[in-house]
């Protein structure tokens, strides 16, 4: 069973900085992609950035230019670099991870951005 363990959230004022990070059991490498999502209060969860082994990253419109996703391959970890956060990029913030037939959900890490 893989798992995923995630980390960096927390208080941020708008303008500011965070670096989440997903730490997972296996390699990284081997999964069909890994991307990091965000559930905010009363509304569906959405992807914020996907990362393939392969190819270009995706990233949602709302946070092209200002969120950077990548992978540290040593520490089968992925980051997430969010610059010039927003209040509404407040949200939990999940990394998943995708295999052929299973898709893995850390247990999200909150992120909450102050005006």
């Known amino acids: 069973q893989v798992q995923l363990v995630e980390s960096g959230g927390g208080l941020v004022q708008a303008g500011g900085s965070l670096r989440l990070s997903c730490a997972a059991s296996?390699?990284?490498?081997?999964?069909?992609?890994m991307g990091w999502y965000r559930q905010a209060p009363g509304k569906e969860r959405e992807l914020v950035a996907i990362?393939?082994?392969?190819?270009?990253?995706n990233y949602a419109d709302s946070v092209k230019g200002r969120f950077t996703i990548s992978r540290v391959n040593a520490n089968n970890t992925v980051w997430l670099q969010m610059n010039s956060l927003k209040p509404e990029d407040t949200a939990v913030y999940y990394c998943?991870?995708?295999?052929?037939?299973?898709?893995?959900w850390g247990q999200g890490t909150q992120v909450t951005v102050s005006s």
């Open positions: 296996e390699s990284i490498w081997s999964f069909r992609s």
């Open positions: 990362l393939p082994p392969i190819g270009s990253t």
């Open positions: 998943n991870a995708v295999e052929l037939q299973s898709t893995y």
